[in-house]
């Protein structure tokens, strides 16, 4: 079975900091990552995938992750935060489905952690 | 082009009553999937239609739950009838019938509060 560990509950760092929110996963082959934001009142937003090729992947509002077989991690990384990346973070891995299928998916996803930018 | 919506946004509701989610997809996606948050929990997987057909309901908790999606447009989630563990946010999320299909588009979601 598929999971996905976010170690931290919350992470705080101050604006203008890089910041740095983990995730490690578990999956028997090979993995597709994802990374879903949820601000405020809002629902999930897509951020960033890797699915094959370049192990730094790149995505919206400027964030980039990082995938690390060896030791199965996918930590999502930002240059500098802004007090407006504060929201809630979401780590997932694509399951195996037992049917076939185009564009079919289930995910399996973290915990969340909390970022919070203090300005 | 407009995204995943839901109705309700909140709904409050005493134990024992139903409560019937809704969730229109984007325009064109098969693929539609209903997730849940249970208040600091991972988001677990519920089910997932393609088109009108129930492809996978392995994550559906019990048979207080029924899914529909007559005619592969919108689709519905009742609880009947509600229990306090029920409490959370319902996602749904869409994406298209195709190879090479990866992300899911996801709605804002519906918090349920059973009381």
Not at chain 1, 78 to 103: E, H, N, W
Not at chain 2, 27 to 36: A, E, I, P
Not at chain 2, 96 to 112: D, I, K, N, V, W
Request: aromatic letters at 12%; one cysteine or more.
């Amino acid at each position: 079975a598929q999971s996905v560990a976010q170690p931290e509950d919350q992470v705080n760092v101050a604006e203008g900091n890089p910041l740095t929110v983990k995730c490690t996963y578990s999956v028997s082959g090979n993995p597709y990552l994802f990374w879903y934001v949820q601000y405020p009142n809002r629902g999930l937003q897509f951020l960033l995938k890797y699915i094959t090729g370049d192990n730094l992947v790149k995505g919206s509002y400027g964030f980039e992750a990082e995938f690390n077989k060896s030791q199965t991690s996918f930590h999502l990384k930002k240059p500098s935060a802004l007090v407006s990346d504060s929201a809630l973070y979401f780590c997932a891995v694509r399951d195996k489905v037992a049917y076939s299928g185009a564009g079919s998916y289930q995910l399996t996803f973290g915990k969340g952690t909390k970022l919070s930018v203090i300005p | 082009e407009a995204g995943v919506t839901q109705f309700p946004s909140h709904s409050v509701i005493e134990k024992g009553q139903t409560v019937t989610l809704r969730c229109d997809p984007i325009s064109g996606h098969d693929n539609l999937y209903w997730y849940r948050r249970v208040m600091g929990k991972e988001i677990k997987f519920l089910l997932h239609f393609v088109k009108e057909s129930k492809q996978d309901e392995s994550g559906m908790p019990n048979n207080r739950f029924l899914a529909e999606r007559t005619g592969g447009t919108y689709s519905t989630l009742k609880v009947q009838p509600a229990e306090l563990e029920d409490s959370g946010v319902y996602f749904c999320a869409s994406s298209p019938y195709r190879t090479g299909s990866t992300e899911a588009f996801f709605g804002q979601g519906t918090r349920l509060t059973v009381v």
